[in-house]
C-alpha cells in the first residue's frame, strides 16, 4: 500500500517510508491510497474471532508486504495484550474503556504498534532513530512505554518541570533503558517550542535520524481503528444501531473510527465530544474552518485548537461537508458541566469516569435526545491519570492499580534542560 500526501504536493511514498517520515515534506499528513472494505463474512463472523485476528485482517491491507504477515502478527499479538471491555452504563449507553494497557491511557495501542513498525524497520538500518516528544503529561508515558527495550530506536521526551502529575512523571522518569526524560525549566509550550525547533535544525537533522510519534504518524494513528472493531463484536447481539462518542483532541482517535466504517463496520453516528476546544464544534455549524489557540481545561489531553486530523476526517468524506455532516456531529462541554458528568455517573450508576470520559458520557446523552441508537463512549485513561479532580469531584479516594502502583515506587531520573542549546548538545553528545 502506497501513501499520498494530503497536501498533494510530494511524492507518494511505501508504508515504511511514511512511518520513518511522520510528516510529507510539502508538511502534509499521509494518507493511504485506497480502502478496500472486508468482506462481509468478516463482520458476520466477528464474535468468534480474537482480538488479535480482528486487528490482523482489519489492518493488514495498510502494511503487508512491506512488513510480512507472519511479522505483522507478532506486532498485534504483542500490541493489543491486555482487554478492551464494554462496560454498561444504562439500556442505552456503554463506555469502550481504554485504559488496560501498561501506562493506562488509549495510547498505549498506537505507541506500541508503532514502535514494533519502527524497530521492525530499523533492523536493517545500522543508524538508530531517535523519538523526540514533548507531552503536558499523559501522553509521554504511553509512548515511552511503548518504545521501552525497542532495539535502534531511542526515546527522548521532554516535560515541563512541576507541571505534570507525581503519578505522570514517575512513568516518564522511571523506565530507565532507551528512554530519557528531560525535565524542562519551563511550560508545555516550552517543551513543543524545542522539539518543533530541533525538527527544523538542519544542523541536527543531517546528523541524526529525528522522528515524532504523534498521531500524524500512520502506524499510531492507524491501530486505533481496532477499538471500534473490537466494540462491535461485543455489542452486535444487541442487534441495535450503535453510534459513538469520542473524546476529540488532535482527531486521530475518531478519525481512524471513520476508517474502521469504511472498511464496513455498521456505525450510525459518530459524535465528537470536546471541552471548550471547540474549533470543530463551530465548523460544523458555520462551514468555516478557524483555528484558535488552545485553551486550558480539566481534560487537557483535549486541549487542542487545530486538531491536526481533521484534514483526513474531510478527505475520508471527500471533502463533501454535507457527506460529513451526515456522518459525524459534535458538541462542546465546560469543566463544570464535565465535573457535574463525572458525579453523576459516579451518583447514579457507581461509574468512576475520568475527566476525558465524562466528556464523552455528556455527548452520548446530548446524541439520545434525538435517537434510539446504543452509544457507545470511549473511556481514553483510567480516572487515576488525573486523580486530583476526580477524588475532587466525587469526595472519595481511589486506590491505585497495580500498573501505577510500581512505578510509583521507582527512582525519578531525568535531565534538567532549560534551553534549545542544551537540548541539542544533550542530542549531539
Ligand atoms: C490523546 C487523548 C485524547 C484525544 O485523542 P485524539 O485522538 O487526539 O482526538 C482524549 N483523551 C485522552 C485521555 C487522551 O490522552
Not at 51 to 57: D, L, P, S
Not at 199 to 206: G, I, K, N, P, R
Not at 248 to 260: D, H, L, Q, R, T
Amino acid at each position: 500500500m502506497n501513501y499520498y500526501s494530503l497536501n498533494r504536493k510530494a511524492p507518494n511514498i511505501t508504508f515504511s517510508e511514511a512511518v520513518v517520515r511522520g510528516l510529507a515534506p510539502d508538511k502534509g499528513l499521509y494518507f493511504p491510497e485506497s480502502i478496500t472494505p472486508l468482506e462481509p463474512s468478516f463482520f458476520e463472523t466477528i464474535e468468534g474471532k480474537s482480538n488479535t485476528k480482528i486487528a490482523f485482517e482489519a489492518i493488514k491491507q495498510f502494511i503487508v508486504p512491506e512488513i510480512p504477515e507472519d511479522v505483522l502478527k507478532t506486532i498485534v499479538e504483542e500490541t493489543l495484550n491486555f482487554d478492551f471491555p464494554v462496560v454498561e452504563i444504562n439500556e442505552n449507553i456503554s463506555t469502550l474503556e481504554l485504559f488496560h494497557g501498561p501506562t493506562m491511557a488509549f495510547k498505549d495501542v498506537g505507541a506500541r504498534f508503532m514502535a514494533r513498525c519502527l524497530g521492525y524497520f530499523n533492523k536493517t538500518n545500522t543508524n538508530d532513530v531517535t523519538v523526540l516528544v514533548a507531552t503536558s503529561g499523559d501522553t509521554g508515558g504511553a509512548v515511552a512505554n511503548g518504545f521501552l527495550s525497542v532495539k535502534g530506536v531511542n526515546v527522548v521526551i521532554l516535560y515541563p518541570s512541576g507541571k505534570v502529575s507525581d503519578i505522570q512523571e514517575k512513568q516518564l522518569t522511571t523506565l530507565g533503558q532507551n528512554i530519557t526524560a528531560l525535565e524542562v525549566d519551563g511550560v508545555f509550550d516550552d517543551c513543543q517550542d524545542m522539539v518543533k525547533r530541533a525538527f527544523m535544525d538542519v544542523e541536527l537533522t543531517s546528523k541524526m535520524q529525528l522522528t515524532s510519534a504523534n498521531s500524524i504518524n500512520i502506524a499510531r494513528w492507524l491501530p486505533q481503528l481496532f477499538y471500534f472493531l473490537f466494540t462491535y463484536k461485543q455489542l452486535k447481539s444487541k442487534h441495535k444501531d450503535i453510534a459513538f462518542s469520542v473524546p476529540s483532541g488532535n482527531f486521530g482517535n475518531i478519525c481512524a473510527g471513520m476508517v474502521a466504517q469504511k472498511l464496513g463496520l455498521p456505525v450510525k453516528q459518530f459524535i465528537a465530544a470536546n471541552n471548550t476546544n471547540d474549533t470543530v464544534v463551530n465548523y460544523m455549524t458555520t462551514q468555516s474552518y478557524e483555528p484558535k489557540p488552545s485553551v486550558q481545561t480539566i481534560s487537557n489531553a483535549m486541549d487542542v485548537g487545530n486538531p491536526s486530523n481533521f484534514i483526513r476526517i474531510q478527505e475520508l468524506h471527500n471533502n463533501n461537508f454535507e457527506a460529513l455532516k451526515a456522518n459525524l456531529c459534535s458538541f462542546s462541554y465546560t469543566d463544570e458541566e464535565t465535573k457535574t458528568a463525572l458525579l453523576e455517573l459516579y451518583k447514579d450508576y457507581d461509574y468512576v469516569a475520568d475527566p476525558h470520559g465524562a466528556v464523552g458520557y455528556l455527548g452520548a446523552k446530548e446524541y439520545l435526545k434525538n435517537s434510539d441508537a446504543h452509544v457507545v463512549f470511549l473511556e481514553t485513561a483510567h480516572p487515576t491519570k488525573f486523580l486530583g479532580v476526580v477524588e475532587d469531584v466525587i469526595e472519595q479516594t481511589i486506590p491505585l492499580p497495580p500498573q501505577i502502583e510500581a512505578v510509583m515506587d521507582k527512582e525519578k531520573v531525568a535531565i534538567s534542560v532549560s534551553s534549545y542549546d542544551e537540548l541539542k548538545r544533550f542530542l549531539l553528545r
